[in-house]
């Protein structure tokens, strides 16, 4: 396995050894600890200083089922500290399939330059000019490339947003299908690769190579049996592949956690119009499909494809958090809105959460009535336009926030929270509110943990810790009922060297400190670690409640780590 250093500012490209520090990392391990080595923590995310790292997990490349994820990582945009994009689709597949561990872009094109990165076939790195493709859309410039390098190659591209380097920017990458439909969206991180002059990543997905495996027939073996029990079990093995992660916007509804018109709700009474049940029927009707693949290696296939009335696709992969963002969030219960708001955010590309909350905080405000999806769909257009108001909303719910003078912006560090209100959620909020990546559900999932400050901060760390391994790992989080134990066993056959929960947590800790250390040297304090006023002193509809415990009760979740690491310095 190696690395590949793209220098945009040279046009140099080379191939090197993984360094031994880096022996055993891949995915956001991977990311995080080389981003917190080689990047200048006080840096202008937006300046050649900064590195963007595309990462396939430790496991991607090998057979194991749902390890198809790609990590992508740099200091943000819109947080200003470290940030671990999170995608799926074929880029982590085709990448591996060339033994490449890391791909590391670094300087800045010239001025008015843009450029492609091609990997052919041998493996081959070369840069090629993408003037021609300036400003094009997601779905047209991915169409374009397939044509231009032939339909096996994988993408990692930006479209408009990108280009004008907003900070809710997302870089999109290929599902099975061709189609850009799979979004690395937090974090701005598509303005970082916007600001290398960087319009797309193409690599071919025939690449010879294989990951090596000390112990090939253990591995083999349990592969089986982890692939067998996730189709086993009644989530990953049914829940997901009929109704996709919408199943689960009904139960967050009635439990009052559905974060509704800028979260001045906890529910929302048109969730019947756009939860699980519905999509799937109306997908079904229409003659769309309810189970589709989005990743390499899956075996769950919870992705969808929508389709209108004619029967004609609109967008693919309409997930629970979308149909929050762009729905209850922002007042629209019309399904067709949604989706054509979920197609127009990945092909002018952008993150759908940021972006929808960045809509509610405009409409919160006064600008356009809540439940209007014209005129959501309108500024949607003005963003890839570049307009004043569009690059406003492109730049995330903080900016329309401050131009508006609203304090009610539901964001940590800059990002907005996902669609779950830590209000009837309070778990989830101590993971909105200490993860170094800013407020992000996938950081540190919490659910409806209950009990004391102290009790929701350790279950949040254990989660925060656990996560940050499993996305080093390149697997999906929703493969976790292939067994814990099955997956140790994976990684002992692959390394050679035994590997349980120790380990396990070792490398999840060596994330997360990583990503602390760069935070604190950038800037961040124990301040940031907080939830905005609104969560603290407005009881959430309709159970009334507010987050239990005072902005300043979490600020030391992560004392001891600063601690340690105020000591090495």
């Not at 032939?150 to 280009?163: D, L, Q, R, T, V």
């Not at 970082?192 to 025939?206: E, T």
């Not at 972006?355 to 356009?368: E, H, N, P, Q």
Request: hydrophobic share 40%; with cysteine; charged share 20%.
């Amino acid at each position: 396995m190696k690395l590949l250093r793209v220098n945009i500012s040279t046009g140099s490209i080379s191939e090197e050894p993984i360094p031994e520090q880096y022996a055993g990392l891949g995915g956001r391990g991977l990311t995080s600890v080389m981003i917190n080595d080689l990047v200048p923590a006080d840096c202008d995310p937006l300046g050649e200083d900064n590195l963007l790292i595309f990462a396939p997990g430790f496991l991607s490349g090998t057979p194991l089922a749902n390890t198809g994820r790609l990590s992508i990582g740099a200091k943000s945009p819109l947080t200003s500290g470290i940030k671990e994009s999170n995608v799926g689709g074929t880029m982590a597949d085709a990448l591996s399939r060339h033994g490449i561990r890391a791909v590391i872009v670094e300087g800045k094109a010239p001025e008015g330059a843009l450029y492609h990165l091609v990997i052919d076939p041998d493996g081959k790195a070369s840069l090629a000019d993408a003037a021609g493709s300036r400003i094009v859309r997601n779905y047209a410039l991915a169409e374009q490339l397939l044509k231009n390098y032939g339909e096996k190659n994988a993408i990692a591209c930006i479209g408009p947003a990108g280009e004008m380097m907003l900070a809710s920017a997302s870089i999109q990458t290929t599902a099975p299908d061709g189609k850009p439909s799979r979004a690395a969206g937090r974090g701005g991180l598509g303005a970082v690769m916007g600001s290398k002059g960087l319009k797309a990543l193409i690599v071919s997905r025939q690449g010879k190579e294989s990951k090596p495996i000390a112990d090939p027939d253990t591995f083999k073996d349990v592969a089986r049996q982890f692939a067998a029990s996730i189709k086993r079990d009644g989530w990953s093995g049914r829940a997901l592949p009929e109704f996709g992660t919408a199943s689960i916007l009904a139960g967050i509804d009635a439990s009052g956690a559905l974060p509704t018109r800028n979260a001045r709700q906890g529910s929302f009474e048109g969730a019947d119009r756009i939860n699980g049940d519905t999509l799937a029927e109306t997908i079904k009707r229409r003659g769309g499909k309810t189970t589709h693949k989005g990743c390499s290696r899956c075996v769950i296939n919870c992705s969808n494809v929508y389709v209108d009335e004619a029967g004609k696709p609109v967008t693919s992969g309409l997930e629970y958090e979308t149909l929050w963002a762009m729905g209850a969030m922002i007042g629209i219960d019309d399904l067709d809105a949604v989706a054509r708001l979920d197609f127009l955010c990945d092909d002018i590309g952008l993150d759908t959460m940021n972006t929808g909350v960045a809509l509610a905080v405009a409409m919160d405000s006064g600008f356009m009535p809540f439940g209007d999806a014209k005129a959501a769909i309108e500024m949607a257009e003005e963003v890839a336009k570049g307009t004043e108001m569009g690059r406003l909303i492109g730049n995330g719910p903080d900016a329309v926030g401050k131009h508006f003078g609203n304090a009610r912006v539901p964001a940590v560090k800059g990002q907005s929270i996902a669609g779950y209100d830590p209000r009837a959620m309070p778990g989830m909020g101590v993971t909105y509110a200490t993860s170094p990546m800013g407020a992000d559900h996938t950081a540190g999932f919490v659910g409806g943990a209950s009990g004391t400050t102290e009790m929701l901060i350790n279950t949040s760390k254990s989660s925060q810790i656990h996560t940050a391994a499993l996305d080093s790992m390149g697997l999906c989080m929703f493969a976790q009922s292939g067994g814990l134990d099955n997956l140790f066993k994976a990684i002992t056959a692959v390394t050679g060297n035994l590997f349980g929960n120790q380990e396990w947590q070792k490398l999840g800790l060596r994330c997360l400190t990583a990503e602390i250390d760069f935070n604190c040297r950038a800037g961040l304090t124990p301040e940031d670690d907080q939830l905005p006023t609104m969560f603290h002193e407005e009881p959430l509809a309709p159970f009334h409640k507010a987050v239990p415990y005072p902005q300043d009760e979490l600020h030391g979740t992560y004392a001891e780590i600063r601690q340690t690491l105020e000591e090495r310095e």
